[in-house]
């Protein structure tokens, strides 16, 4: 018997066949995909040449209909037609529903910088098949800007694309493969709205940390004494294994359930966001944890009223409002922190992180998952306007009202006040039952967060608020059957380990940061002097002898500023907006493809603008360490008053 005529080899490919390269290629990059593929069993799709040479498909729907995934005649012309559509050279983030035969996607890949990421959303393994087995696309594959997603899969999803989230908020450019949708619009109609909820995830998450780093770098300096004093997260880890927790927001349903709070006393591990820690202690509740993380001065009111000797422990991010450390009357822990580490670095303290969360309850979920509670149970959870309402009445937002009410400001007309300011921003999303209500957009972009952490939990998440948004992952119940479920032990007593606050290193934190302070007046010095530099080589690109001479003077400085790096790293957090605004316009400069002087004058506008806010920066900076030496040393003053 002959090889050809030898049915045991019908399935093995030549070595130069575009589908075992194509493969090999997924293996590297997609393993996941590669295995899925190499289990399919015999496909369905007609493969068919098209009058131009370059293969066609049809694919056959349940109904009978017969769909061809490119044209018969001109295949690859018709996919530059697509691609014209999109602007292939003004973006850097492209979504592809439908990967046919795959010549679009090469058609963009060829177009879009070198930079661009392309996500290909094709859920029909035997069309992507077909495509790769007729084109050699391990180029594409191999260069790791090419993402495939064939399942419908959104904490993984998010997660993929978090990284990106910078480069996205650029302007995620789709692309509508328009017989692909035809096959399965489902779930392309399901992509595209976790894509919109996705971008306005990354911006707001962008616009956050724009808005918002300044303040927080200048929080985290400020409290560097509380940094080296304060207990770290190490004795905490795995310390209730597979006990429950139970996490307390402030959201409107927390009126539902909260009173039943004391019943589990002693059997669930009660983690408190700053705002219901109040509420909970005048009901007779004392958590175990209660989470903070605002860096602004309104949230020292939820610790306003405190008993001594509280046995509940802060667990604080370091860019929190440092008045809350010195009012809070139990003990305090202090989370990791990389601004925090690189003023001291030279201290090593190399506190414990956790995930970064966007609210108290994200660091209280953290949190629970750092000390190995299972499962995490949530109450007051709403993120939304249940019943109307922004927040459970009976908080300590009350309190910050007070002054305001009256006959006409009463509680409610100010609940309401909240969530019609936010009138623009408002949302319809699916409550717990799937009855609709009203969220807002940064509500929202909470949500995706939460909903991407579940997804890649080990821990058994319980959504027990009683009402609010539907939550993926999560498990919906009463309360009451929660407890009964998982509540049915008491937790086992551990040890009362706590180290209080720790004084004796203030005079490292102190050298650390006058250091730190010499350093960037250095860094102020070489971008004063670079400046003149590149002004001069803007206006002179006609010469480029002369630009050459002035490069070389620049390279010297940089050389210079590079010996500073680190410093120069924490100087750069206080001008957020400068170095997005630089990340922006290099990815857009990748993308135009620039070239001679063109390209020189843009990088030269970009330089010279980031070396006037590394100038500005720098003097910030300078005044900023100026302002931690003196709490630091108004905090070890406090210490040596408390021990006398």
């Known amino acids: 018997m002959t090889a050809s005529a030898d049915s045991s080899r019908r399935y093995v490919l030549p070595e130069n066949a575009p589908l075992v390269a194509n493969l090999a290629a997924l293996w590297t990059c997609e393993p ?4 899925a593929i190499e289990e399919l069993g015999d496909g369905t799709i007609e493969i068919e040449p098209s009058k131009s040479g370059p293969a066609t498909a049809c694919r056959t729907t349940t109904g009978g209909k017969r769909i061809y995934l490119h ?71 191999l260069s790791g800007r090419v993402w495939f997603f064939w399942t419908l899969d959104k904490p993984g999803l998010f997660s993929r694309l978090t990284p990106q989230a910078a480069m996205m908020s650029m302007g995620f450019q789709g692309v509508v493969h328009g017989p692909s949708l035809q096959l399965n619009p489902q779930f392309y109609g399901q992509v595209q709205t976790w894509l919109s909820e996705f971008a306005d995830f990354s911006r707001t998450n962008i616009t956050t940390l724009v808005l918002n780093s300044k303040r927080t770098s200048e929080n985290i300096a400020r409290n ?18 597979k006990c429950p927790a139970v996490i307390v927001s402030a959201g409107p349903s927390l009126r539902k359930n909260v009173g039943q709070l004391k019943d589990l006393a002693g059997r669930a591990v009660v983690i408190a966001v700053q705002t219901t820690l109040q509420p909970l202690l005048e009901m007779g509740i004392e958590p175990h944890f209660v989470t903070s993380l605002d860096y ?56 414990p992180m956790l995930t970064p969360g966007a609210t108290v309850a994200h660091l209280a979920y953290y949190l629970a998952e750092h000390l190995a509670c299972d499962p995490i149970i949530f109450i007051g959870q709403d993120l939304g306007f249940s019943d109307g309402l922004c927040y459970t009445p009976g908080t300590s937002y009350e309190d910050v009202w007070r002054p305001e009410l009256g006959r006409f400001c009463t509680v409610e007309m100010k609940q309401w006040d909240q969530i019609v300011r936010d009138r623009y921003i408002l949302r319809k999303v699916p409550d717990y039952l799937g009855r609709t209500m009203y969220t807002e957009e940064r509500l929202f972009t909470y949500l995706q967060q939460f909903e991407r952490d579940f997804g890649s939990s080990k821990a058994t998440i319980v959504d027990a608020t009683e009402g609010g948004v539907l939550k993926q992952g999560t498990r919906p119940m009463k309360l009451a059957d ?5 509540c049915t032990r008491k937790l086992e007593t551990v040890p009362d380990d706590h180290p209080g606050v720790k004084r004796d290193r203030l005079g490292e934190a102190k050298d650390c940061l006058l250091k730190r302070q010499i350093e960037s007046r250095r860094i102020e010095e070489i971008a004063r002097q670079t400046l003149p530099l590149l002004s001069e080589m803007r206006d002179g690109l006609d010469d480029q002898a002369r630009v050459n001479r002035l490069i070389a003077k620049v390279d010297q400085l940089r050389v210079k500023m590079d010996a500073y790096g680190q410093t120069y790293d924490l100087v750069t957090q206080l001008t957020q907006q400068t170095e997005l605004d630089r990340f ?13 002087l063109d390209r020189q004058r843009h990088q030269l506008d970009r330089d010279i603008a980031n070396v006037e806010a590394v100038i500005e920066a720098a003097g910030e900076f300078s005044r900023l360490m100026d302002e931690s030496i003196a709490a630091v040393d108004l905090f070890a003053r406090d210490g040596e008053r408390e021990a006398a």
Not at 584 to 596: C, E, M, P, W
């Open 71 to 141: 044209s018969r005649y001109q295949p690859l012309d018709e996919a530059a037609r697509l691609i014209d559509t999109v602007g292939a050279a003004e973006h850097v983030a492209f979504y592809v529903l439908g990967f046919g035969m795959g010549y679009h996607v090469q058609n963009l890949f060829d177009r879009a910088s070198s930079e661009a990421i392309i996500c290909v959303f094709e859920p029909d393994l035997e069309i992507l098949r077909a495509g790769l087995s007729h084109r050699d696309y391990s180029k594409l594959i």
């Open 584 to 596: 922006h316009s290099d990815r857009k400069l990748a993308a135009s493809r620039l070239s001679g």
């Open 482 to 486: 929660a407890a009964a479920m998982y």
């Open 32 to 35: 996941g995909l590669a295995a």
């Open 224 to 241: 560097a004494g509380w940094y080296v004093a304060a207990a770290s997260l190490d004795r905490l880890g795995g310390r209730y294994r």
């Open 296 to 351: 602004h001065e309104i949230c020292s009111r939820f610790f306003e009223k405190l008993p001594g000797r509280l046995k509940t422990e802060l667990v604080a991010e370091a860019k929190a409002t440092r008045a809350i450390f010195h009012m809070h009357t139990g003990p305090v822990t202090m989370l990791g922190n990389e601004y925090a580490e690189g003023l001291l670095r030279e201290m090593n303290l190399n506190k």
